[in-house]
Each structure stands twice: as structure tokens, then as C-alpha cells.
């Protein structure tokens, strides 16, 4: 078989995004277990008899592809075994991770661990719950796994143990510093020492600070890029608290 029609057959995956495309067709992203993150071209997705059934994101897929390019051609979709819709609560947390996973990851690059964390958060997320400590723990998860990581647990200067009792402030590219508590960006070592063993503290302000920490860490890795949840989330929440 030629390069340029390269077969890929019923490999597991998550839909990312979708765009009409023509007519009938739609443009797809989705992120695969074996092959990492693609576009593909679905033709005759739209319409009255659409080809793909279950093209919805937050549903594992068996997707199958031909082609060898940037954007090679969708030849099959079904369900990949039964999964639970998102409760209404958690749709928007699901759109973020979809969105970083588009804007932190690389195309025909595989990252079977990352599709693993990506499908046990979704099923964290179906489990229904707060929302809040899933998502650090995928946000600290993914930088870790994609190379961006920050050490959480000692001092970058001195290589010294964090203190839960001290204070840091902690600046993506930059390490963790000693600082003195109440100071600007301050925060606690033991909000540290909990991201740096994979918890995500539950105290209201801990877990805030552990929020605006992550945060600061993702937005240094998207180089001033905009997440469009994060915009429809603060409008969302903006209605709330008028209503």
C-alpha cells in the first residue's frame, strides 16, 4: 500500500471538536489512543443520511482513517462499548479538557497515558460531583506528561524540602522560591506538597490557591492563547449571579 493510502482500522478514540465543512462533510479532531491527536475529513456526515453515526465528543469511539496526510479521510466510526452521557454540570469542564487537549498537544504525536488520564477523567467527570478537584489533577497530569511539569516539592534554588508550614511563591519557568506569607502570589507549601503527590487540597482557600497555581502553569504553556471555555464559563457565571 502506498504512503499515501495508509489504512488505519477501529482504533479507540474521543471526538475533540467538529466543523461543518461544505455541504455534507464535516472536519473532525479527535485524539486516538495509538496515534495521538488528528483531522480528519468526514464526508457525507451531514445531511439526511449521514455516513458516521456518534460523532459526539465525551464518547469513546473505534475510528477508522485512510490516508497518509495532514488531514487523511474518516471511513468509519462506531461506539467503542457503552459510556454514560456528562451530567449537565459537568458538559463545560468537558469542553476544557477537550480544548487543552487540542491546544497542548501535537498532531500524529501518540500519547497512550495522556488518552488514559483523558478517559478515566472523563469518567470522574460522568460520576458526577465536584468538578473542581478532577480538573487539577488532570491540569497537573497533562503538564507532567507532556513535558511542562513544574517541581512542586523543594526549592529550585537550593533543592531544599517545601515546608507545608511555609510559604512559596511558585512561577512556571522559574521554580519554587521561598517567600514570606502574605506577600503577592504566595501560597502555602502544603497546597504544594498536596499537587505535587497528585491530591488537590479541599480547605476553600487551598484549593483556590491550587486553582490560580495551575492556572498560571497552564497559561505559560499556552503563550497568551485565549481558551474560549474559560470565557463562556466566567459569562456563565457572570448570568448566574445576576439571576
Given at each position: 500500500?502506498?504512503?499515501?493510502?495508509?489504512?488505519?482500522?477501529?482504533?479507540?478514540?474521543?471526538?475533540?471538536?467538529?466543523?461543518s465543512?461544505?455541504?455534507?462533510?464535516?472536519?473532525?479532531?479527535?485524539?486516538?489512543?495509538?496515534?495521538?491527536?488528528?483531522?480528519?475529513?468526514?464526508?457525507?456526515?451531514?445531511?439526511?443520511?449521514?455516513?458516521?453515526?456518534?460523532?459526539?465528543?465525551?464518547?469513546?469511539?473505534?475510528?477508522?482513517?485512510?490516508?497518509?496526510g495532514?488531514?487523511?479521510?474518516?471511513?468509519?466510526?462506531?461506539p467503542?462499548?457503552?459510556?454514560a452521557?456528562?451530567?449537565?454540570?459537568?458538559?463545560?469542564?468537558?469542553?476544557y479538557?477537550?480544548?487543552?487537549?487540542?491546544?497542548?498537544?501535537?498532531?500524529h504525536?501518540?500519547h497512550?497515558?495522556?488518552?488514559?488520564?483523558?478517559?478515566?477523567?472523563?469518567?470522574?467527570?460522568?460520576?458526577?460531583?465536584?468538578?473542581?478537584?478532577?480538573?487539577?489533577r488532570?491540569?497537573k497530569?497533562?503538564?507532567?506528561l507532556?513535558?511542562?511539569?513544574?517541581?512542586?516539592?523543594?526549592?529550585?534554588?537550593?533543592?531544599a524540602?517545601?515546608?507545608?508550614?511555609?510559604?512559596?511563591?511558585?512561577?512556571?519557568?522559574?521554580?519554587?522560591?521561598?517567600?514570606?506569607?502574605?506577600?503577592?502570589?504566595?501560597?502555602?507549601?502544603r497546597?504544594?506538597?498536596?499537587?505535587?503527590?497528585?491530591?488537590?487540597?479541599?480547605a476553600?482557600?487551598?484549593?483556590?490557591?491550587?486553582?490560580?497555581?495551575?492556572?498560571?502553569?497552564?497559561d505559560?504553556?499556552?503563550?497568551?492563547?485565549?481558551?474560549?471555555?474559560?470565557?463562556?464559563?466566567?459569562?456563565?457565571?457572570?448570568?448566574?449571579?445576576?439571576?
Amino acid at each position: 500500500m502506498s504512503r499515501s493510502q495508509r489504512r488505519v482500522e477501529l482504533t479507540p478514540g474521543y471526538l475533540l471538536h467538529r466543523r461543518s465543512f461544505r455541504d455534507t462533510s464535516l472536519i473532525i479532531e479527535f485524539f486516538s489512543r495509538e496515534h495521538g491527536r488528528l483531522t480528519c475529513f468526514a464526508r457525507g456526515a451531514r445531511g439526511p443520511r449521514p455516513r458516521f453515526f456518534g460523532l459526539q465528543p465525551f464518547e469513546p469511539l473505534l475510528l477508522s482513517w485512510v490516508g497518509r496526510g495532514e488531514a487523511p479521510q474518516l471511513s468509519g466510526a462506531e461506539p467503542a462499548g457503552f459510556a454514560a452521557a456528562l451530567p449537565p454540570a459537568s458538559l463545560m469542564s468537558g469542553f476544557y479538557l477537550n480544548e487543552l487537549m487540542i491546544k497542548l498537544t501535537h498532531q500524529h504525536d501518540p500519547h497512550p497515558e495522556l488518552y488514559e488520564l483523558y478517559d478515566a477523567t472523563l469518567g470522574e467527570l460522568r460520576a458526577g460531583g465536584s468538578p473542581d478537584p478532577v480538573l487539577r489533577r488532570f491540569e497537573k497530569r497533562l503538564l507532567d506528561l507532556l513535558g511542562y511539569g513544574m517541581e512542586l516539592a523543594a526549592e529550585v534554588a537550593s533543592q531544599a524540602p517545601v515546608q507545608a508550614e511555609g510559604f512559596y511563591r511558585c512561577e512556571p519557568g522559574r521554580g519554587v522560591q521561598r517567600a514570606e506569607g502574605g506577600s503577592p502570589g504566595a501560597v502555602s507549601g502544603r497546597v504544594l506538597l498536596s499537587l505535587a503527590a497528585g491530591e488537590v487540597p479541599h480547605a476553600p482557600a487551598d484549593a483556590r490557591a491550587a486553582r490560580l497555581l495551575m492556572r498560571a502553569a497552564l497559561d505559560h504553556c499556552l503563550d497568551g492563547r485565549e481558551l474560549k471555555s474559560r470565557v463562556v464559563a466566567r459569562a456563565v457565571a457572570k448570568l448566574e449571579r445576576s439571576a
